[in-house]
């Protein structure tokens, strides 16, 4: 809600109707983060992402889709904490990179992901949007 209250829309509030993400995310994992039982941030996990990532045959990747961090959490560093608690989970179990995509046109989004040494991979059209790829080596 907050990046529409700030005329920085992203995704349309009702792409995150539960029955919906599970439609639209088969074999997905649904991640809730809480900070002193409070929710601070979500996101989606997956094995494969072919509509993002359609040339990669390999299976030593997790995707990370709609990270969301609570806004009064935003800067705090919990994100560099939820990617580190992912490397900890993952590293010994094949995989070999956390992947994402984000909006290539907002620049403090890229630079979030770049600090947290993700590497821009590609640049690439898909439908209506200009879409960063990024790859961080686990």
Known sequence: QWLIDNNK????????DKNLLLKNNPNSKFYVCYYNNDSL??????TEDKYFWPNLSDNNSIFLHKICIKRKYAGNGF???IINKLIEMYK????NYIRLDCEASRPKLVNI???LNFKKVEIKELG???VALFELKI
Do not use: C
Request: aromatic letters at 18%.
């Open 9 to 16: 829309k992203l995704w349309d509030l009702n792409e995150f």
């Open 79 to 81: 994100l560099k904490i």
């Open 92 to 95: 010994n179990k094949g995989i």
């Open 128 to 130: 209506k949007y200009k």
């Open 41 to 46: 941030a979500t996101f989606i996990l997956k």
């Open 113 to 115: 992901y770049e600090n």
